[in-house]
Structure formats: C-alpha cells, structure tokens
Nanobody, 116 residues
Framework: QVQLVESGGGLVQPGGSLRLSCAASRSIFSFYVMSWYRQTPGKQREVVATITNSGRTDYTDSVKGRFTISRDTEKNTVYLQMNSLKPEDTAVYYC??????????WGQGTQVTVSS
C-alpha cells in the first residue's frame, strides 16, 4: 500500500509563510505526477500545484507567484513552499500522487489556517 504523509501545517498570520512536506513510502519516480490539493468544508477539493515525473510544475492562478512545489528524490518527499499567505488560503491541504497506471493515492491532510 502506497502511503503519503503530510506535515508542516499550522496557524500563520496573513503575509506569513509555511512549508508543507509530503513523504512517500516509495520513490517519487514511481508516479506520473504528484500534487497538492486543498479543501474547505462544503467545497470541492481543488488542485493547487503539480509536479510531473520530468519535473514540470504548474499552479492554480490564485497561488502563482506565491507558492512553489519542489521535490527531494533522496527523501521521497515533495514540498509546497507557501509565501504571502492570505486568509483565503485556509484549508486542509492534501498530498496526491498518480502512478503510470492511473491509480490515485492520497495523504491524510494537514490543516493550514491563515488568520490574525
């Protein structure tokens, strides 16, 4: 069973920064893409950032210029650096991966709260 474990969430003031980590139980090269999603109560889960096996990154418009997705292959870990945080960024953030066979895997989520 593939496991994804998120960490790094917490409470931060508007304008502050957080770095989320997603530790995978196997090589991240096993996956076609790894992503960060976020979800608030009553809302659809939305993709925030993605990184492909080849290293290509993409972001939803609302976080472009503020968030950066990256990886450390030796640690089997994907990161999401979040800067200039806004209250609208408050959500549970989930790590997601999809393998080359099209199977999806999800982490348990980590809470990010942006508030003064």
């Amino acid at each position: 069973q593939v496991q994804l474990v998120e960490s790094g969430g917490g409470l931060v003031q508007p304008g502050g920064s957080l770095r989320l980590s997603c530790a995978a139980s196997r090589s991240i090269f096993s996956f076609y893409v790894m992503s960060w999603y976020r979800q608030t109560p009553g809302k659809q889960r939305e993709v925030v950032a993605t990184i492909t096996n080849s290293g290509r990154t993409d972001y939803t418009d609302s976080v472009k210029g503020r968030f950066t997705i990256s990886r450390d292959t030796e640690k089997n870990t994907v990161y999401l650096q979040m800067n200039s945080l806004k209250p609208e960024d408050t959500a549970v953030y989930y790590c997601h991966s999809r393998n080359f066979g099209g199977s999806d895997y999800w982490g348990q989520g980590t809470q990010v709260t942006v508030s003064s």
